[in-house]
């Protein structure tokens, strides 16, 4: 049986997930608040994956429709991009029952400090160059999809640290500056969301009466961080995914401790 969660807890957690959208909109890491959130208020920690899930699909939705409005995500990518981080996703999942996930994070660990150290130094006039030299350069549907495939496999296997990954790899490898690259981020996240989502309600694992009300949060959440990332570009975007890459770091550091 779920456990049965007060009207003032489910209230709650759609605060955590308001919270969670606007973090996750910007520069991604929504899940650090949303899912300890989950198994604080006594969900089993199966329940609490599906349940974050169901109601993150919400958010990462709402945030590339919103980037989409805004003339900031690139059809050609997307419709490239999409497919692929579904399938990645699917694949992913189906690893995690094959390869411990632990293994994972030492590796994952070291890999978001270098993303923090990449997104904080990258300032100025190199942001300048790389939106100079935009128009200019090949935009990399392939390379976008690959990026999409492997980093959705990561998000359905793992997940910490996902949104960041997507950004750093569009900024390296497709020359994004890093608005526009959380905002391509948000195609990859949405994918690899919906795959998992319909996983984990195809075993019963998404706990609605929980996961829906939080999606309000996430929907509000996730409209208001991307107007943020939109109204004031890069620097809040780069300031954020710092912030979110050294907590995840931390956090992951810890887990390791026990």
């Known amino acids: 049986m779920p456990p049965h969660l007060s009207p003032l807890a489910i209230g709650a957690l759609a605060l955590v997930a308001l919270a969670a959208g606007t973090i996750d909109a910007i520069a991604g890491g929504g899940g650090l608040l949303t899912v300890p959130a989950l198994l604080a208020a006594g969900l ?65 660990l070291v890999l978001l400090t270098g993303a923090a150290l990449f997104i904080g130094l990258r300032r100025g006039q190199a942001e300048a160059r790389a939106a100079a030299d935009r128009p200019r350069r090949h935009r ?78 996430q929907f509000a959440g996730g409209w208001l961080g991307t107007h943020l990332a939109v109204r004031r570009g890069d620097g809040l975007v780069r300031r954020v995914a710092v912030a979110v890459s050294l907590a995840l770091a931390a956090k992951l550091a810890w887990d390791l401790r026990g």
């Open 140 to 217: 990399g549907s392939f390379t976008a999809g690959l990026v999409a495939l492997c980093i959705g496999a990561y998000d359905g296997f793992f997940g910490p640290g996902t949104g960041t990954f997507l950004i750093v790899a569009s900024v390296a490898l497709l020359g994004d500056g890093l608005t526009e690259a959380s905002a391509s981020a948000k195609v990859v996240n949405f994918a690899s969301n919906l795959a998992a989502v319909v996983l984990f309600a195809s075993r019963g694992l998404v706990l609605w009466q929980v996961a829906l009300p939080m999606a309000a949060g």
């Open 44 to 108: 089993p920690s199966h329940l609490a994956l599906g349940t974050n899930k169901g109601q993150a699909v919400f958010g990462s939705f709402t945030s590339m429709a919103r980037f989409a409005r805004a003339g900031m995500i690139d059809p050609a990518r997307a419709r490239v991009g999409f497919p692929l981080g579904l399938l990645g996703s699917l694949l992913g999942a189906a690893l995690v029952l094959r390869v411990p996930a632990a293994a994972l994070r030492p590796v994952v």
